[in-house]
């Protein structure tokens, strides 16, 4: 069935590295690919979105990059920063259902100054 | 900017206890949702409503649980009898139209003791 599988985390960084969260997926059909993200405290924000197979999504100097051939949308950044320390969602929509979002189990980021 | 609301941020209750979850959605959308996070496990679907209606739930979403629209603003969950299996973050989400992305409120920590 569908589902989403990301990278266990917590991932721990020191600012200014590279930064790169696995992410694939199983979908019938052709599914939008999303990320989300939740910093401490609060709920869980759409950081970026890719709608069609070769799409890059991007915001804030993450980008993921929409890989029909892998079943992968992978997130990275280049050069993390503390306030970037959250938990972030792989997450899925469309397919067969367009109804609900499939999400991942979730990638604590930590960054360390 | 419009946010999706939802109360309380934290609630604590006895098992066999029956709790009211409570969301705002964003004004103009259309379609609604909840969803859970058991702590350290995957963000689960639960159920969604549409033209004031359960479009498909999970099953997750059993005799115990249903879901309100009872005045054109909030939008509640409520779980009759709780049991300690359902302590989990809820998130309530809405987005305006069918291919578009969910916009997540910040969570209900239950706790059920």
Redesign the interface.
């Given at each position: 069935g569908d589902s989403v599988t990301q990278m266990e985390g917590p991932v721990t960084l020191s600012e200014e590295a590279f930064l790169t969260i696995n992410c694939t997926y199983t979908a019938t059909g052709y599914p939008?690919l999303?990320w989300?993200v939740q910093y401490p405290?609060?709920?869980?924000?759409?950081l970026l979105?890719a709608?069609k197979a070769d799409d890059k999504g991007s915001n804030k100097g993450f980008e993921a990059t929409y890989r029909k051939e892998t079943t992968s949308f992978h997130l990275e950044k280049g050069s993390v920063q503390v306030s970037d320390s959250a938990v972030y969602?792989c997450?899925h929509?469309?397919g067969n259902?367009?109804?609900?979002?499939?999400?991942?189990?979730?990638t604590k980021l930590n960054v360390k100054p | 900017e419009p946010e999706v609301t939802q109360t309380p941020s934290h609630q604590v209750t006895q098992m066999g206890q029956e709790v009211i979850l409570r969301c705002v959605p964003i004004s103009n959308h259309l379609y609604f949702y909840w969803y859970r996070q058991i702590l350290g496990q995957k963000v689960e679907f639960l159920v969604s409503f549409y033209n004031n209606e359960i479009s498909e739930k999970s099953e997750i979403f059993d005799d115990q649980f249903s879901v309100e629209r009872p005045d054109g603003s909030n939008f509640t969950l409520k779980i009759r009898s709780t049991k300690l299996e359902d302590s989990a973050m809820y998130f309530c989400a809405s987005r305006p139209g069918a291919y578009t992305e969910a916009f997540f409120g910040q969570g209900t920590r239950l706790t059920v003791v």
């Open positions: 939008s999303f989300y405290g609060e709920g869980l924000q759409l979105k709608t969602f997450a929509k469309g259902n367009f109804n609900k979002f499939y999400f991942g189990s979730g | -």
